[in-house]
């Protein structure tokens, strides 16, 4: 079945770069998704990247696909306070699009 | 707008209540879900709806029904549950078909049973 890993924790200083990272076990994942969530919040879509990319770039955040690895990492330039919070990275696949299958999610503690 | 509403925000009831949680997206999405999220936990897909139709049905106890009246709304009725229903329950869209997959949550209600 699907699997995906996460780290449970990354604490970074204010304005250095965080990385957070992912490895997925369905070699059939077709979409890759990073979500945010506020304490007491709904998830927020982040960025998703499809299998056949292996880099995005969206304003402070770069999402690197190693499809070979099956890994998956978010980077966060000039990290802020506000982007404390648990990221959870997921993934679907073409066969069952429909179920997305989240990691544990890693929580991210900006120090000030 | 790329905005999933969820009604309520916070609901306690007891264990022989019945009550109903609503989603509603005007995004034009042909596909809605319904998850729960315990605590420090990722979210646990329940049900998912595609063209208004019940396409998946992880296995939820029969306590909650899903509804989804037209292809905006999306109700959870909840009924006769447990302590351990407690959770986080989250809507989410997607465009479906040839639109992509890319699945956009609400807010979440905050349910308490007890």
């Known amino acids: 079945g699907e699997d995906v890993e996460q780290s449970l924790f990354l604490s970074v200083r204010e304005g250095d770069s965080s990385v957070i990272n992912c490895t997925y076990t369905?070699?059939?994942?077709?979409?890759l998704y990073w979500y945010k969530q506020e304490p007491g919040a709904g998830l927020q879509l982040l960025t998703y990247?499809?299998?056949?990319?292996d880099m995005k770039q969206d304003q402070r955040l770069t999402v690197l696909l190693n499809k070979k690895d099956k890994h998956l990492s978010l980077r966060i330039a000039d990290t802020q306070t506000g982007d404390s919070a648990i990221y959870f990275c997921?993934?679907?696949?073409?066969?069952?699009?429909?179920?997305?299958?989240f990691g544990i999610g890693t929580k991210l503690q900006v120090i000030p | 707008d790329t905005e999933v509403t969820q009604t309520p925000k916070h609901l306690v009831m007891g264990m022989t209540n019945k009550k109903s949680l609503k989603c509603e997206q005007h995004?034009?999405?042909?596909?809605m879900y319904w998850y729960k999220q315990k605590a420090k936990k990722p979210p646990e897909l329940m049900f998912v709806?595609?063209?208004?139709?019940?396409?998946i049905n992880e296995s939820v106890p029969s306590r909650f029904s899903p509804e989804c009246p037209n292809s905006s709304l999306l109700n959870l009725h909840l009924h006769a549950l447990q302590p351990e229903d407690s959770a986080l329950y989250l809507c989410?869209?997607?465009?479906?078909?040839?639109?992509?997959?890319?699945?956009?949550f609400g807010p979440g209600t905050r349910l308490t049973v007890t």
């Open positions: 990247i499809f299998s056949n990319m």
């Open positions: 989410a869209s997607s465009p479906g078909g040839t639109g992509g997959y890319e699945q956009y």
């Open positions: 997921a993934e679907s696949n073409s066969g069952g699009y429909q179920k997305v299958t």
């Open positions: 995004m034009g999405h042909r596909a």
């Open positions: 369905d070699s059939s994942s077709t979409y």
């Open positions: 709806y595609s063209y208004e139709k019940l396409s």
